[in-house]
């Protein structure tokens, strides 16, 4: 027993060495490779703050001449030309990415060449998309959101593409690569937006029944008022418990309540009128921001770390080969 006990004792110091060993060459491996690395930026000093001096010129220069700029125009589609409008921007996309400058020009756009790319996503208002005004299409929406929800998740549902063209506004996104004025491309691009014949057509309906129906709504309220007035003179003869009765006259708090609704309904029918008074109506718009995002803005910093690496890497193919050629010889 007493053997075997010193033979482990043995073995565990030579593990114990070997560790040691092993660790020792693995800090030694670290700083000889801190040294040579260190040579090698003294031997090629010259070199690599040349490539750095050219990288930070360079990119310079690209970062002033090379800017990029993003616009953003917030508009609501009117009369369900949600669908209209989407079509509308994946053609004006495809126009893009073929250089289609004659179709640009065709759709009042000077300078096509200016125009890098668009897009069109939904501003999501899930509050909203459940209270548009329309008290039936409110719960049908509600009911709709909550069956939907019931079989998913209900971030996904809201963001979906089929849940997504039925929200109030859409954001219209675009690139240039020069900064842009309303003339040269909005205006252009919302005339091209609003060019339909049949959305015209929903328009002229539209805001015909929407004032044909103020209009009716303000005979009712005349007629009511008329009967609330004769009502009151009636009622001035009679007795000092007029006070009673008019509280108790459910009839008439029909009535009183009649005129209400129907002078709150004028008031949303004179709003929706002002909000359509376009197929796309523009909310608001943005231009010229400055796109910092990706390597815009950033090639001062890029380029000489790019140059550098690219040096060392060449650098480090010539060591390898030739040492691979010494051992073949």
């Known amino acids: 027993m007493s053997t075997n006990e010193k033979r482990n004792s043995d073995d565990q110091q030579i593990d114990l060495f070997l560790i040691s060993a092993k660790i020792g060459e693995f800090f030694q491996g670290i700083n000889t ?38 616009h953003e125009i917030i508009v609501q589609p009117n009369f369900e030309s949600t669908d209209y409008l989407y079509a509308k921007v994946a053609l004006l996309t495809s126009k893009i990415k073929q250089r289609d400058s004659v179709f640009l020009k065709a759709i009042g756009i000077k300078n096509p060449s200016k125009l890098v790319k668009i897009d069109i996503a939904p501003v999501i208002d899930i509050y909203k998309f459940i209270n548009s005004g329309d008290k039936d299409r409110n719960v049908l929406n509600f009911e709709l959101l909550k069956l939907m929800a019931d079989d998913g998740d209900l971030k996904k549902i809201v963001e979906e593409k089929m849940t997504s063209k039925n929200y109030a506004f859409h ?141 060392l890497l060449a650098s480090i193919f010539i060591s390898f080969y030739k040492t691979q050629a010494a051992k073949n010889k």
């Open 171 to 311: 954001l219209i996104s675009f690139t240039t690569n020069k900064p842009i004025n309303l003339k040269e491309i909005i205006d252009p691009l919302m005339a091209y937006f609003n060019n339909s014949v049949y959305f015209e057509q929903m328009k002229s309906v539209y805001i015909k029944n929407a004032e044909t129906k103020i209009l009716r709504n303000n005979e009712i309220i005349a007629q009511i008022d008329g009967f609330l007035n004769d009502y009151g003179k009636s009622e001035a003869s009679a007795k000092s418990d007029k006070l009673i009765y008019y509280n108790e006259n459910t009839q008439l708090n029909a009535v009183i309540q009649t005129k209400n609704e129907l002078i709150s309904e004028n008031g949303g029918l004179r709003l929706g009128l002002v909000g359509t008074d376009k197929i796309i109506k523009t909310n608001s718009t943005t231009i010229n921001l400055l796109n910092t995002k990706s390597i815009n803005g950033k090639l001062k910093l890029i380029l000489p770390i790019l140059f550098i690496g690219l040096y």
């Open 33 to 70: 490779m801190i040294f040579k690395a260190i040579q090698f930026v003294l031997k090629h000093i010259v070199i690599l703050g040349i490539l750095f001096v050219i990288g930070v010129g360079l990119g310079m220069y690209f970062d002033k001449t090379n800017k990029v700029y993003d």
